[in-house]
């Protein structure tokens, strides 16, 4: 991407300068390699974010063997279990894969251990600083990424030792901060000098090259991938995310500090009431209490959480992520070639 990147920067050039520049690039062919795929040894700059409960090994090695970098939600399951998932990954794919560490996870001391024993190469990191286990990290040549929402954190990150940030606008699926994508991104490459993943809204090759355009490095996705065929999800979550449009999402707990946007439903009309009566912290949390459980294994779309982003108004079919990701990276060659 480094030539589009380029490409960009001298669109006031004069016509045969352009022509030039065209023959060589088609000659070339676009290269996909970014800072963040020589970082992580992927072939593709695309990243499927960790999501808890529904990013499990099935589809983490799915999207690392299509040539992307799957990730393993951690979310607040046990240690434990995140060791065994690891290492059924590891048996589909010899390409490198992530973990997302959930930091408010009660284990999350034991899991960060669990990810240096198992050799994981990328560690996402949401929900708070990780601060405390990046010199453990390090030491073990793990890949450091946290998810940030502003650009104070992401400057805070890359003095703690952070190897690049994901970007995430508040278009989102699940957790989300207030700045938008396209204002966030361009805002924290200014900031820092380490690789920009941007992550919110984006699912398809326009959504991808415009992420380049904002100067990101890579796109990471969660609402997209959800439909994807290796994804365990059940089927009735799967098929509101296919049915939603653009204005579907709700995002609950504005009133609490725990915005989270997630797909209309009869759990979310509850909490919004809720909320507006001003009702205790855990009257809403009696609500949601492994609601997102209820919806990703029971298939529990009433009173379950459907986490999912404001762009699953455009996510119209359960494709495999090899399908997923040469379509993106196809529409996007088209699109970044002059
Ligand atoms: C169902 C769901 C669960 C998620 N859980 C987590 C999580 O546990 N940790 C995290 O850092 N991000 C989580 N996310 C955010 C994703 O990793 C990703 O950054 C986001 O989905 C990107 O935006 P998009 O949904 O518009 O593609 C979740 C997203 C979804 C849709």
Same mark, same amino acid.
């Given at each position: 991407?480094e030539?589009?990147?380029?490409?960009?920067?001298?669109?006031?050039?004069?016509?045969?300068y352009?022509?030039?520049?065209?023959?060589? $690039?088609?000659k070339?062919?676009?290269?996909?390699?970014?800072? $963040?795929?020589?970082?992580?040894?992927?072939?593709?700059?695309?990243?499927q974010?960790?999501? !808890? =409960?529904?990013?499990?090994?099935?589809?983490?090695? %799915?999207?690392?063997?299509? /040539?992307?970098?799957?990730i393993?939600?951690?979310?607040?399951? #046990?240690?434990? @279990?995140?060791?065994?998932?690891?290492?059924?990954?590891?048996?589909?794919?010899?390409? #490198? @894969?992530?973990?997302?560490?959930m930091?408010?996870? #009660?284990?999350?001391?034991e899991?960060?251990k +669990?990810v240096?024993?198992?050799?994981?190469?990328?560690?996402?990191? /949401?929900?708070?600083?990780?601060?405390k286990?990046?010199a453990? =990290?390090?030491? !073990?040549? $793990?890949?450091?990424?946290p998810? +940030?929402?502003?650009?104070?954190l992401?400057?805070?990150?890359?003095?703690?030792?952070?190897?690049?940030?994901?970007?995430?606008?508040t278009?989102?699926?699940?957790?989300?901060?207030?700045?938008?994508?396209?204002?966030?991104?361009?805002? +924290? &490459?200014?900031a820092?000098s380490?690789?920009?993943?941007? %992550? /919110?809204? $984006?699912?398809d090759?326009?959504? @991808?090259?415009?992420?380049?355009?904002?100067?990101?490095?890579?796109?990471?996705?969660?609402?997209? @991938?959800?439909?994807?065929k290796?994804?365990?999800v059940?089927?009735?979550?799967?098929?509101?995310?296919?049915?939603?449009?653009?204005i579907?999402? !709700?995002?609950?707990?504005?009133?609490?500090?725990?915005p989270?946007?997630?797909?209309?439903?009869?759990?979310?009309?509850?909490?919004?009431?809720?909320?507006?009566? /001003?009702?205790?912290l855990?009257?809403?949390?009696?609500?949601?209490?492994?609601?997102?459980?209820? %919806? +990703? &294994?029971?298939?529990?779309v &009433?009173?379950?959480?459907?986490?999912?982003g404001?762009?699953?108004?455009?996510v119209?079919?359960?494709?495999?992520?090899?399908e997923?990701?040469?379509?993106?990276?196809?529409?996007?060659?088209?699109?970044?070639k002059?």
């Amino acid at each position: 991407m480094e030539c589009v990147k380029k490409r960009a920067s001298h669109s006031g050039v004069c016509g045969r300068y352009k022509m030039d520049l065209y023959l060589q $690039i088609r000659k070339m062919g676009i290269n996909m390699k970014t800072k $963040i795929t020589e970082l992580l040894g992927i072939e593709y700059p695309i990243i499927q974010g960790g999501m !808890a =409960w529904v990013a499990e090994y099935h589809l983490a090695a %799915a999207v690392s063997e299509a /040539g992307g970098l799957g990730i393993i939600g951690a979310g607040g399951a #046990p240690a434990s @279990f995140v060791r065994e998932q690891i290492q059924k990954a590891k048996e589909l794919t010899k390409k #490198p @894969f992530g973990v997302n560490v959930m930091l408010m996870n #009660p284990e999350a001391d034991e899991i960060a251990k +669990v990810v240096v024993e198992e050799g994981v190469k990328v560690v996402t990191t /949401g929900a708070g600083n990780p601060g405390k286990y990046m010199a453990m =990290w390090k030491e !073990a040549g $793990i890949k450091v990424i946290p998810v +940030v929402a502003s650009v104070g954190l992401a400057k805070m990150m890359e003095r703690a030792g952070a190897d690049a940030v994901v970007a995430e606008g508040t278009e989102s699926g699940g957790h989300i901060g207030s700045a938008t994508t396209m204002t966030l991104v361009p805002q +924290v &490459v200014d900031a820092v000098s380490i690789p920009v993943i941007a %992550a /919110g809204g $984006i699912a398809d090759g326009r959504g @991808f090259a415009a992420a380049m355009m904002l100067g990101a490095d890579a796109v990471q996705m969660g609402t997209r @991938f959800l439909v994807a065929k290796e994804c365990t999800v059940h089927e009735n979550y799967k098929q509101k995310v296919i049915a939603a449009k653009d204005i579907d999402s !709700a995002v609950t707990g504005m009133s609490n500090g725990h915005p989270v946007r997630q797909i209309r439903n009869k759990l979310t009309r509850e909490y919004l009431q809720l909320e507006k009566e /001003g009702a205790s912290l855990e009257e809403m949390e009696k609500l949601t209490l492994g609601s997102l459980r209820k %919806a +990703v &294994v029971e298939g529990d779309v &009433v009173t379950g959480t459907i986490m999912a982003g404001q762009i699953a108004g455009m996510v119209s079919k359960e494709q495999t992520c090899k399908e997923m990701i040469e379509e993106i990276m196809s529409e996007a060659e088209k699109l970044l070639k002059l």
